[in-house]
C-alpha cells in the first residue's frame, strides 16, 4: 500500500470510527447502567474502560444523552448524598431501558458471535 492510500485510509477511518462512537454511546451507557446507577462523571470513567478505549465522552455529552434518555423514560434518576462534596444525580435504568438495551443487544451486537460473521470478521482481520 502505497503513502498516499495509507494517508486516506487513515482519513477514512478516523471519521467512520468517529461516526460510530457517536452512534454507540447510548449502547455504552445503557450496558453500563444495567450493572449499576451511576453518576454521569462515573460514566465517563467507565465507558473508557468498558470500551478499552475505543469511545470516550466528555461530560457535556454524557449529561445531554441522560437527561434526552430520562425524558424518554430509559432512565430515571435521584439525588443522593455524597460521601465527599455535594449530592450527585444517580441514573438508573428503566424496564423500558434494559427492554430497548436486550432488543438493541439482540438485533445488532449479537450478530457477530455467528460463525459465519465471525469467521468473515476474522478473515478480514487476518488479511496482510
Do not use: C
Not at 3 to 26: M, Q
Not at 63 to 79: C, K, P, T
Not at 98 to 103: A, C, G, M
Amino acid at each position: 500500500m502505497g503513502r498516499k492510500t495509507t494517508i486516506a485510509v487513515d482519513a477514512l477511518l478516523k471519521n467512520w470510527e468517529e461516526a460510530y462512537k457517536k452512534g454507540l454511546l447510548t449502547f455504552w451507557l445503557l450496558l453500563y447502567l444495567h450493572e449499576r446507577p451511576a453518576y454521569a462523571y462515573e460514566l465517563s470513567v467507565a465507558i473508557g474502560k468498558l470500551s478499552q478505549g475505543t469511545v470516550t465522552a466528555d461530560d457535556n455529552s454524557i449529561y445531554r444523552a441522560l437527561n434526552r434518555f430520562e425524558s424518554l423514560g430509559l432512565v430515571e434518576s435521584e439525588l443522593r448524598q455524597s460521601d465527599v462534596g455535594p449530592q450527585r444525580r444517580y441514573y438508573q435504568l428503566t424496564d423500558t431501558g434494559l427492554e430497548l438495551l436486550r432488543q438493541f443487544i439482540q438485533r445488532n451486537i449479537l450478530v457477530f458471535e455467528q460463525p459465519e460473521i465471525a469467521a468473515r470478521l476474522r478473515a478480514v482481520a487476518d488479511t496482510t
